[in-house]
Every structure is written in C-alpha cells, then in structure tokens.
C-alpha cells in the first residue's frame, strides 16, 4: 500500500508516517516526491510516499508481533555477517535456494551467500561469471530479481523482512554514481537557472537523488511521471 504523507522536514514526514501508520521506521520505503526551502516568504515542506509492501501494513504488523512470541518459530536475529556467509536457518536457507533455483533457470547459474543481516533486512549476494547479465541495464534485472525475493519472502510469512540483492558490488557501485550525477546536475542547474529532467529511476535511486540535494539551498527537486520508474526533476529555485 501507498500513503503520502507531509511535514516541514523530511524527518518531520516520516515521524507523522511511523506515528499514523503504528510502524516502525525499518517497516517501510520512503520515496520523496517533492522538496521545497523555506525562504523568507514561504515555509518549506516535504512531501513523501510511503510504501508498506505487497500487504496491508496491518499484516506486517502481525508479522513484527508473531517474532515476539514465545514459540519462537519466527524469529530473526538481527546480527551483522563478517565470515558467516553460509544461510542460517530455515528462512535464509529457502531464500537461497529460490534465489539459486531463479538463476539456474535463467541460463546463469552462480553461488548464493548472505551479505548482512540486520533487523527486518536480509542482504543476500550473487556469485556468477554471469553477473553483468543479472544486473542489466541500469540493474534492471536485478531489481526485478528483488522483487521476485520480496514476494517469495512474503509467501513464506515474512513479509517483515525486506530482502536486498546485490552481485559484484552493483548496488554500492550504483549509489556513489547517482551521488555525483546530482550534483553534477544541480551544478549544470544552477548555471544555466533552468531545470534538467532525470532518466526513469526506481523509488530508491530517486529517493538518493532527493536527500543528496535536499541541502543545496537555491536547487530543488520533484518526481515527475506514473508507476514505478518516474522521473526526477532537478529544478534552480524559483525556475517555473
């Protein structure tokens, strides 16, 4: 489910989300759909979307308060992976055989370990020759391959756990491009005092270009467009 949600912050945003919703932070994705600096005749806002997954929110709640039941079936401990790459437990276990079993079926078989464990997140790392054909263009394929984990996660009953792939170091490699994209884009912005229309990006990539520039006072940002893949749009203030 989809929710938006406002304040004068971006901190301020997701507090009223988290408060409004009975979530935790963790619980759920946060995509800034619009920035705008408070200047000496206008308040400054953010304007967010949250998304709670593929469920109603209310189930990942019953999710959160099932880990705490004493029987324990579902528990999940939240613990950083220096040397435990192996899966640990029935949960991690079929999440890296399915992931297995999806790449070997593609064509590109590789070896499938944990990356991290942190609360309500499980990273998970693909070993392949294939790599650069998993990844696809703009990691496309992997985020299709993502979503595929995220469903099957929550087909297991965890839809509490948000699952992120990676292979080859793709998705850091990623993050510190579109760092400089922006800034090399807000630089271009505050040249020519114009606005410059960004490529489609999934939720997180434009949610790393919105918190990169949230600081530079004289640029501003707004997501443009429909569905998943929208636009960002780096804009010089006062520029309509």
């Known amino acids: 489910m989809e929710f938006e ?14 408060e409004e919703l009975g979530l935790e932070k963790d619980d759920f994705d ?5 920035t705008q600096k408070q200047g000496l005749f206008k308040k400054g806002f953010v304007r967010i979307r949250v998304h709670t997954g593929n469920t109603q929110f209310s189930a990942a709640r019953s999710s959160v308060a099932a880990d705490n039941d004493d029987s324990g079936k579902r528990s999940f401990v939240s613990k950083t992976v220096f040397g435990e790459p192996e899966p640990q437990g029935d949960f991690e276990e079929k999440m890296t055989a399915f992931t297995s079993g999806i790449i070997e079926r593609m064509g590109y078989p590789g070896r499938i370990s944990v990356l991290f ?3 309500n997140k499980l990273g998970l790392k693909i070993d392949s020759s294939h790599s650069s054909i998993l990844i696809g263009k703009k990691g496309k394929n992997l985020d299709a391959l993502q979503l595929l984990l995220n469903i099957y996660a929550g087909r297991l009953g965890r839809e509490d756990v948000r699952i992120i ?15 400089r994209l922006a ?10 005092r114009g606005s410059i229309l960004l490529e489609p990006m999934n939720p997180f990539d434009r949610w790393l270009i919105h918190t990169t520039l949230n600081d ?9 467009g429909e569905g998943l893949y929208k636009q960002v749009r780096v ?3 006062g520029f309509r």
């Open 5 to 18: 949600f406002e304040g004068r912050t971006e901190k301020e945003a997701i507090d009223k989300a988290a």
């Open 30 to 34: 946060v995509e800034i759909l619009e």
């Open 117 to 119: 464990r942190e609360k």
């Open 165 to 179: 792939l990676d292979t080859e170091n793709y998705r850091i490699r990623r993050e510190e491009s579109l760092v």
């Open 183 to 192: 800034y090399n884009v807000a630089e271009k912005v505050r040249e020519s």
């Open 216 to 224: 530079i006072n004289d640029v501003e940002t707004k997501s443009e």
């Open 235 to 237: 804009f010089y203030r």
